[in-house]
């Protein structure tokens, strides 16, 4: 790793360890609590409407729920839910489930699969002054075994890359995800329960990404977390 991979890497650390106090999603958000919740969101932190979800045991992931973005306002899906006099302790279930397929959108909807801008397939360079990382660094591996699974691994960085949908920034009250301005990769592939940007994943996520000379993608990830501490801290 050359100086300006280590400062690149030192600066991940520094802006990591506040990020670590930091917000992902709505759950933990500025608004202020209400009777102990972690927001004021009567969707996506407290209420009649997240108990029932949680507690009628129709989803395999307690996460699954709140990360539902909403097709409709917030009042509007408030209202139609208590029209539906819903009892989580009587069911049926189908009921409540008939009313969250109307109501919400499907699970991670919010996050787009996207190729990061500075991924280059390894071994597609035809002039050494444009070689990425990852050719620089298959060029010095020998073994034919790892210098292979070097290459998958390079190669699972589109499927782990990221970016919030724009109406997260436009109606932010819809979801319980918070809008990043870069995109980010996630630390695991599609079905993974996993869709914002954690901090402690991403030192070692950052780290990956400049051994595969993806400075940009790394860089935008860092300005990511400057976005969380300018607006949280």
């Not at 709505?26 to 009649?48: R, V």
């Not at 408030?78 to 539906?84: A, I």
């Not at 436009?170 to 995109?183: A, D, K």
């Not at 051994?211 to 790394?218: N, R, V």
Request: aromatic share 10%; glycine share 6%; proline share 6%.
């Amino acid at each position: 790793m050359d100086k300006t991979e280590w400062r690149h890497s030192l600066i991940a650390l520094l802006y990591l360890t506040v990020a670590s106090l930091l917000p992902t999603s709505l759950c933990a958000n500025e608004a202020t609590k209400t009777d102990g919740a972690p927001c004021q969101s009567e969707i996506f932190c407290h209420g009649p409407l997240l108990k029932a979800a949680q507690l009628s045991n129709i989803f395999s992931d307690s996460k699954n729920f709140v990360d539902r973005p909403l097709k409709v306002d917030a009042d509007t899906a408030l209202r139609e839910f208590h029209d539906l006099n819903y009892d989580y302790r009587r069911g049926p279930a189908q009921k409540l489930e008939s009313f969250l397929e109307e109501y919400f959108a499907p699970v991670g909807s919010d996050v787009e699969m996207v190729v990061p801008v500075d991924w280059m397939e390894a071994g597609k360079h035809v002039k050494r002054q444009l070689w990425s990382g990852i050719d620089l660094l298959l060029g010095k591996i020998k073994n034919r075994g790892l210098a292979q699974w070097t290459v998958d691994l390079h190669s699972k960085w589109p499927q782990l890359t990221r970016k919030t949908l724009a109406d997260v920034q436009q109606n932010p009250e819809r979801h319980s995800l918070i809008h990043l301005p870069h995109p980010f990769v996630v630390h695991g592939p599609e079905p993974s329960r996993y869709r914002e940007q954690h901090y402690w994943e991403s030192y070692f996520i950052i780290h990956g990404l400049l051994i595969s000379g993806m400075h940009a993608t790394a860089k935008g990830m860092i300005l990511n977390f400057a976005h969380l501490i300018d607006r949280f801290v």
